[in-house]
């Protein structure tokens, strides 16, 4: 990792956690059942990138310094006006830029119970909805080993989805936090609705649709609800259970939602630019599921003939891979990921300097040159 301005690696401060999210995770998903406890702990056995729990542990740390809140007034709740395009692409940090206060490093800032909680939450639900998209996407390998659908079945696959799910519920009942209950169930719902977003998005019966503005819009709608809405809603329970400001708690939601766009971004880049075996699944499985997603809007958007190969879902793939890679979407996917990732890097601006903002900061710079 690229040393931080501190000269430690920032995401060493959430290392010593990371080492006990795997193990109360198995917990949270022991079952009496035999065969439900092993399809339901497989993804979790495998290598995965802790992305968000690692999001909800770096948050929860960077914002333990900054004011704290009384909460005996609840919060207004005003993140699911998310349905609403103007939403997903205004800029909405309302907090003032000023040059951050320097506090001392305290490298061992511990993470509440709670914070600890949700980062194990937010992987529950990322791997159950996995399970369910291999399904959907009737995908043969995850994580460089064959998924769960092909290694269990289909059925096995979704019902251990949805009893992640469940065993993800109670642990929420238990913060005895309604606030950040209802962000989380939000998630849920959000999840499927990106995914039906996604479907209808395919199921475009117009032999010759044509590029609209409305057309870039829809489709960072859907990768907000699929992608950002968990990282976002995440990162801003975090800030929640730490009882911080509603300024820190905003650009703490500003901070995940332009990161999760980015990531979603860089994901559908790297499906046309990376290996199968790189990935550990398989690769230009978009075209493949008959998906525009945005390197393929991007060459639309500059060869209006592409119209006619997104009516006709991708029937020819050769064509519009080949039209994609000779056109610059895959660069202007890139850019525009970076106007998020720069976006979500302004909006913690003004956290004290510490080893864990290092941390949020760092995982910026992640999500940009990923290539897996
Ligand atoms: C991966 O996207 C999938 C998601 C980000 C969300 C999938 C959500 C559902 C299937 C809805 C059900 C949700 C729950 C909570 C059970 P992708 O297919 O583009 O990426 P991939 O290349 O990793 O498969
Ligand atoms: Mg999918
Ligand atoms: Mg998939």
Same mark, same amino acid.
């Given at each position: 990792?690229?040393?931080?301005?501190?000269?430690?690696?920032?995401?060493?401060? =959430?290392?010593?956690?990371?080492?006990? #999210?795997?193990?109360?995770?198995?917990? #949270?998903?022991?079952?009496?059942?035999?065969?439900?406890?092993?399809?339901?702990?497989?993804?979790?056995?495998?290598?995965?990138?802790?992305?968000? %729990?690692?999001? =909800?542990?770096?948050?929860?740390?960077?914002?333990?310094?900054?004011?704290?809140?009384?909460?005996? &007034?609840?919060?207004?709740?005003?993140?699911?006006?998310?349905?609403?395009?103007? &939403?997903?692409?205004?800029?909405?940090?309302? !907090? %003032?830029?000023?040059?951050?206060?320097?506090?001392?490093?305290?490298?061992?800032?511990?993470?509440?119970?709670?914070?600890?909680?949700?980062?194990?939450?937010?992987?529950?639900?990322?791997?159950?909805?996995?399970?369910?998209?291999?399904?959907?996407?009737?995908?043969?390998?995850?994580?460089?080993?064959?998924?769960?659908?092909?290694?269990?079945?289909?059925?096995?696959?979704?019902?251990?989805?949805?009893?992640?799910?469940?065993?993800?519920? =109670?642990?929420?009942?238990?913060?005895?936090?309604?606030?950040?209950?209802?962000?989380?169930?939000?998630?849920?719902?959000?999840?499927?609705?990106?995914? $039906?977003?996604?479907?209808?998005?395919? @199921?475009?019966?117009?032999?010759? %649709?044509?590029?609209?503005?409305?057309?870039?819009?829809?489709?960072?709608?859907?990768?907000?609800?699929?992608?950002?809405?968990?990282?976002?809603?995440?990162?801003?329970?975090?800030?929640?259970?730490?009882?911080?400001?509603?300024?820190?708690?905003?650009?703490?939601?500003?901070?995940?939602?332009?990161?999760?766009?980015?990531?979603?971004?860089?994901?559908?880049? #790297?499906?046309?630019?990376?290996? *199968?075996?790189?990935?550990?699944?398989?690769?230009?499985?978009?075209?493949?599921?008959?998906?525009?997603?945005?390197?393929? #809007? $991007? @060459?639309?958007?500059?060869?209006?003939?592409? *119209?006619?190969?997104?009516?006709?879902?991708?029937?020819?793939?050769?064509?519009?891979?080949?039209?994609?890679?000779? !056109?610059?979407?895959?660069?202007?996917?890139?850019?525009?990921?970076?106007?998020?990732?720069?976006?979500?890097?302004?909006?913690?601006?003004?956290?004290?300097? !510490?080893?864990?903002?290092?941390?949020?900061?760092?995982?910026? &710079?992640? =999500?940009?040159?990923?290539?897996?």
């Amino acid at each position: 990792a690229a040393p931080s301005p501190i000269g430690i690696d920032p995401l060493q401060s =959430v290392a010593k956690e990371l080492k006990f #999210l795997t193990g109360n995770i198995q917990q #949270l998903l022991g079952s009496g059942h035999p065969m439900l406890d092993t399809v339901a702990k497989y993804y979790t056995q495998s290598e995965g990138k802790y992305v968000r %729990p690692m999001l =909800v542990l770096l948050m929860s740390q960077a914002t333990a310094l900054t004011l704290k809140h009384d909460r005996s &007034t609840p919060q207004a709740l005003d993140v699911d006006s998310s349905m609403s395009p103007s &939403t997903v692409l205004a800029d909405s940090n309302p !907090s %003032p830029l000023t040059s951050p206060p320097v506090v001392e490093d305290t490298a061992d800032t511990s993470v509440l119970p709670s914070q600890r909680r949700l980062a194990e939450i937010t992987e529950l639900i990322h791997t159950a909805s996995l399970l369910h998209d291999d399904v959907i996407d009737n995908s043969i390998s995850r994580r460089s080993a064959p998924s769960a659908n092909i290694q269990f079945g289909n059925k096995m696959a979704v019902l251990a989805g949805d009893f992640m799910l469940g065993r993800a519920s =109670v642990a929420l009942a238990r913060l005895r936090d309604p606030e950040v209950t209802e962000l989380l169930a939000t998630v849920i719902a959000n999840l499927i609705e990106g995914e $039906f977003m996604q479907l209808k998005n395919t @199921a475009s019966d117009e032999k010759h %649709p044509t590029y609209s503005q409305e057309t870039m819009e829809y489709y960072l709608q859907k990768t907000y609800l699929k992608s950002a809405s968990l990282i976002s809603k995440s990162t801003r329970a975090a800030a929640i259970l730490g009882n911080c400001s509603p300024d820190v708690v905003e650009a703490a939601y500003s901070y995940g939602k332009n990161l999760g766009l980015a990531f979603q971004l860089v994901d559908d880049m #790297l499906d046309y630019t990376v290996s *199968g075996a790189e990935l550990g699944k398989p690769a230009g499985a978009d075209l493949e599921l008959g998906l525009a997603t945005a390197p393929l #809007l $991007f @060459a639309w958007k500059d060869n209006k003939e592409l *119209g006619t190969l997104v009516g006709r879902r991708f029937a020819e793939q050769g064509d519009a891979h080949d039209l994609v890679i000779q !056109s610059n979407g895959i660069e202007q996917t890139r850019a525009m990921a970076e106007d998020y990732i720069n976006k979500a890097r302004e909006a913690i601006a003004f956290f004290p300097e !510490s080893q864990a903002k290092a941390g949020l900061l760092d995982m910026c &710079t992640k =999500v940009l040159q990923r290539r897996k």
